[in-house]
């Protein structure tokens, strides 16, 4: 009875979506295939040594390589409406913006 | 018989008393919650700058110790700022947004009463750290060094910080609220740029909030750890820059400052039209002014840093910033003048305040510009011109806005008219009163009088113009008062109040004052900005079918429940827990988890 | 409820864009938490290069551990992924499995965690004086001020802990927080495995649920991917070259 009353409240998060596809579950395979090469990668540039301060653009590829894939793979944005990546990009822009304008304020660029 | 692990509770069902209120999750009560906290907040917070008007009203006074008054000066700010004007606006936010967007309650009913009962305990938290002896004491910015543990030993800081993360929780749960609710619950037929300007300013507001508090959260985790556990973030002799905390938390107070007087902005935007009998002119252009100012808000932090020697460029970058950031403010006061212009004008007494506030928020933005000049701001900086300025943004700005909006939607919520002549002295009195409070503070600034200070000789030059503040101070309180009589008197015995009393011009109106519980009794079809207005007008085609919302037979409602209070008991019990003992803590967060597991698996009673 | 079925319903009314409530509160959410953790890594990176003394993230970073550490987050992202899918293609028996295993997965991220900040506080310096070999910076400054006159070896503990330099400071709170994510995430997707053993718990007509967590799981692994570049892949670089 009482299972009945949750299970009520739960059915308000009943979703008829008419929607978008879903990957297949080799699509999400091949990702995480992905997700493991760009990271072996990320270790293996780690050692070239002779790259110095030129390893910051190739991890910084490679990272957002990876972080784009879950986003939209994984966490679906790209087969959702976007109202969601509007939502999630105003954050994530904004967080980017302030990280760099601090370490400019902090002297990390010279040219402060 | 539940074979759940977990007892389940049924659903309250209180129709009326005290427990109906504790388990509310109607969006009018809990405003009406919101509103009434918020207010004696207010006087309590007033009741701190009258204790420092009194201290401040002759040279060399001694009717409060140092150590006192700059725990009076912290509370101060503190206490207006995050317990009375930003609660103030959240009221309005809960009892107005759902019934101009043409709703039955917000998106997420019972996150709605979690952030009222957060609230609450976050303003017990901090008023209570007077009664534990130890309030605050560095500012409601509480810069480093000052705030660590080896220059503030007590308890003072961790009230400060324990008290502002948990009113953080409440506010953002709210704000998530209110953009799911403004997104996603709209009346059919009302899009975005349809929508009213207050719902417009809260919508952008909520969505400013939930991008800043985060860096205040975690500015204080740092502090926290920094004074409790030894680590070095602000702790210069291990290379620590003091300097990171005024960053951290300028890129949120900037824009909280913006979550301050946006709601304000919203509030005028709705009476100004209302008593023009005009619709507001360039309504696409104010809101789009409103969103630059939000957006620009994020780029002018360190203006507020400009004497710490963060060096030229910064400082010219910020003064320019700055400055640009009055351009889409003067847009949204000139837009103001236009719709009085050539409008039928009825000074009521929210008129009057909307009216104020365009005259005393100019003033404070005028000063406003001056400062935004690093170079004249280096003599301005931590004088009473600064204070000058921010009373008149804040009172001038907000406060007025905030009064504008108590009278204009009291008959809404109370369902009766105030007296209106009562109404209007009280504003003469406000208004003359706030000016003679806060226009002298220029001078005193600029002769160099400094913040901060308890005290000051009398050789300064200072002296009469202090206690001519503190005289514009006493007519405040009286207006004050006034306004408190008038409302408490007119809610219990005013003349009933019609659903329209002053011929407005959206949603709400269209309805009884008070709004029955459900709001609406069907989902109104809109067409327009201003559709109330048009309707009433017959400016609008073919009336839509009745009940063209889709909506058939029963109105549905959200149920109460209990355990919005119990996780806020939770967090209430874990913030003295973290002041001053951890296995406290634990057990807040033990009741936390309670209540939010009790809360996702709470049946649904059926509705009769 | 027999009600107009609509492309979205929320317990019987439609909503303005079609989408669920929680849903787009989840997102707004995430977009949120990003100013959290951007706060924490600008503190982070603030004070890179800047402690006044060791150990540094040279003296104590395995990047070959964090690396398995990191394999096994973004494992437990296509678990987590797998299980929503088998949910909606109405196998438990699959969801249970993959949730189960996201799960373990999480914790074993979680137990590296405690095992590389264990090692850490525990570190532990070993400098032969005869043949010191290539020396950090840090472990140069111990060699000058210890390999005096008639000593062969130098051995001590010198642990990082967030309370030994800016480095410690930093870099135990950001990762601890996050650490604190991917808790409160494990703790939400047991809750969801247990309760998938209820009789009509979980339904693929209820995925919204396991959705939402999802979502919540994912960002936290996303968050990593930032952290193991910026803090650890970039560990070794001491701020911009002059």
């Known amino acids: 009875m009482a299972t009945e009353n949750i299970n009520k409240a739960l059915d308000s998060n009943i979703v008829h979506t008419t929607h978008s596809e879903h990957p297949s579950a080799a699509t999400y395979f091949k990702v995480a295939m992905a997700l493991c090469l760009l990271t072996g990668l990320e270790v293996v540039v780690f050692f070239f040594e002779w790259l110095s301060y030129g390893i910051i653009p190739v991890l910084a590829i490679l990272s957002v390589a990876k972080f784009a894939l879950v986003i939209m793979f994984y966490m679906h944005l790209k087969f959702d409406n976007k109202l969601f990546s509007t939502l999630f990009l105003t954050g994530l822009f904004l967080a980017i913006g302030v990280t760099f304008a601090l370490m400019a304020l902090f002297r990390w660029f010279h040219v402060v | 018989m539940t074979t759940l692990p977990i007892p389940m509770i049924k659903r309250p069902l209180h129709p009326t008393g005290i427990w109906n209120w504790i388990t509310t999750i109607d969006h009018k009560k809990i405003g009406i919650l919101y509103g009434a906290t918020a207010f004696i907040n207010f006087l309590i917070g007033g009741i701190e700058a009258i204790l420092i008007r009194a201290q401040l009203s002759g040279s060399n006074a001694d009717i409060i110790t140092p150590e006192v008054y700059n725990q009076l000066f912290t509370m101060h700010g503190t206490t207006m700022i995050f317990l009375a004007i930003m609660p103030l606006s959240a009221a309005f936010f809960n009892y107005i947004i759902p019934l101009q967007i043409g709703a039955r309650d917000v998106a997420f009913p019972r996150l709605n009463a979690f952030s009222y009962w957060a609230f609450l305990a976050g303003t017990i938290i901090l008023h209570s750290s007077w009664l534990f002896g130890e309030a605050p004491n560095s500012g409601w910015f509480s810069y480093a060094p000052l705030t660590s543990i080896a220059y503030n030993p007590g308890h003072g800081m961790d009230f400060w910080i324990v008290g502002l993360q948990v009113l953080g929780i409440a506010s953002l749960a709210a704000s998530f609220n209110f953009i799911v609710t403004i997104i996603n619950m709209r009346a059919p037929g009302m899009s975005l740029m349809k929508m009213p300007l207050f719902t417009w300013m809260t919508f952008i507001t909520a969505i400013l909030l939930v991008l800043a508090f985060p860096v205040i959260t975690v500015a204080l985790i740092e502090l926290m750890f920094d004074r409790s556990f030894g680590t070095n973030f602000f702790f210069a002799p291990a290379g620590a820059d003091p300097v990171l905390w005024q960053h951290l938390f300028w890129v949120f107070g900037h824009p909280e400052v913006y979550i301050l007087i946006l709601p304000a902005m919203g509030i005028v935007s709705e009476i100004l039209p209302t008593f023009s009998k005009k619709p507001l002119f360039g309504y696409s252009t104010v809101i789009l002014a409103g969103a630059i100012i939000a957006f620009m808000g994020w780029l002018v932090w360190s203006h507020h840093m400009f004497t710490v020697g963060l060096g030229p460029i910064p400082n010219s970058v910020f003064t320019i910033t700055t400055m640009a950031i009055a351009i889409p403010t003067g847009i949204k006061i000139f837009n103001w003048i236009f719709t009085m212009w050539k409008g039928s004008i009825t000074f009521s007494t929210p008129m009057l305040y909307a009216i104020g506030f365009i005259v005393t928020f100019t003033i404070g933005g005028i000063s406003g510009v001056m400062h935004a000049m690093s170079s004249s701001d280096a003599q301005q900086q931590d004088t009473y011109f600064i204070v000058a300025h921010f009373h008149y943004v804040l009172f001038g700005g907000a406060i007025m806005g905030i009064f504008g909006g108590l009278y204009y939607w009291f008959p809404k919520f109370a369902g009766r008219m105030f007296n209106e002549k009562m109404g209007k002295i009280q504003f003469w009195l406000l208004f003359i009163g706030q000016n003679i409070t806060f226009f002298p503070m220029h001078f005193v600034g600029m002769d160099g009088m400094p913040r901060r200070i308890y005290t000051y000789s009398s050789e300064m030059g200072w002296t009469a113009l202090n206690a001519l503040e503190t005289a514009g101070s006493i007519l405040v309180v009286i207006s004050v008062a006034l306004f408190l009589y008038n409302i408490v008197k007119s809610w219990r015995s005013g003349e009933k109040a019609p659903d329209d009393p002053w011929d407005a011009r959206t949603l709400e109106w269209s309805i009884s004052s008070p709004p029955p519980e459900y709001n609406f009794k069907e989902i109104p079809e809109v067409q327009t900005v201003d559709d109330w207005w048009a309707k009433k007008r017959g400016l609008l085609g073919e009336q839509a079918p009745s009940g063209g919302s889709g909506e058939k037979g029963e109105i549905h409602l959200p149920q109460p429940s209990f355990w919005p209070l119990v996780t806020a008991i939770g967090i209430f019990i874990g913030g003295y827990g973290l002041i001053y003992s951890y296995p406290a803590a634990i057990v807040g967060l033990a009741i936390m988890m309670i209540g939010v597991y009790s809360w996702s698996f709470e049946p649904v009673n059926d509705p009769d | ?242």
Not at chain 3, 81 to 107: C, D, F, N, P
């Open chain 3, 1 to 242: 409820m027999a009600e107009a079925t609509v492309s979205n319903h929320e317990g019987g009314h439609q909503t303005t864009t079609g989408l669920n409530h929680r849903k787009m509160l989840m997102w707004v959410f995430l977009g949120s938490d990003c100013m959290f953790f951007a706060t924490l890594i600008a503190t982070y990176l603030v004070y890179k290069g800047k402690s006044l003394s060791g150990p540094m993230p040279i003296d104590v970073f395995s990047i070959p551990v964090t690396t398995v550490s990191t394999f096994v987050l973004l494992m437990s992202s296509m678990s987590m992924v797998l299980a929503y899918s088998a949910l909606r293609k109405g196998s438990l028996k699959g969801y249970r499995t993959w949730m189960i295993s996201t799960v373990i997965l999480g914790s074993t991220f979680l137990g590296f965690q405690t095992f590389e900040f264990y090692e850490f506080a525990n570190h532990h310096v070993h400098i032969d004086c005869i043949n010191p070999g290539e020396l950090t910076d840090y472990e140069q400054g111990l060699f000058d001020k210890n390999c005096t006159e008639g000593v062969d070896h130098y051995d001590a503990q010198h642990g990082l802990t967030p309370k030994t330099n800016l480095f410690g400071t930093t870099f135990f709170v950001l990762t601890g927080l996050h650490g604190t994510h991917v808790t409160i995430g494990v703790i939400w997707l047991m809750s969801l495995f247990l309760y998938s053993f209820k009789k009509g718990g979980v339904t693929p007509e209820r995925d919204l649920d396991t959705d939402l967590a999802a979502l919540y799981w994912h960002f936290v692994d996303i968050v990593w991917i930032v952290i193991f570049a910026v803090v650890y892949l970039f560990g070794v670089f001491e701020g911009f070259p002059t």
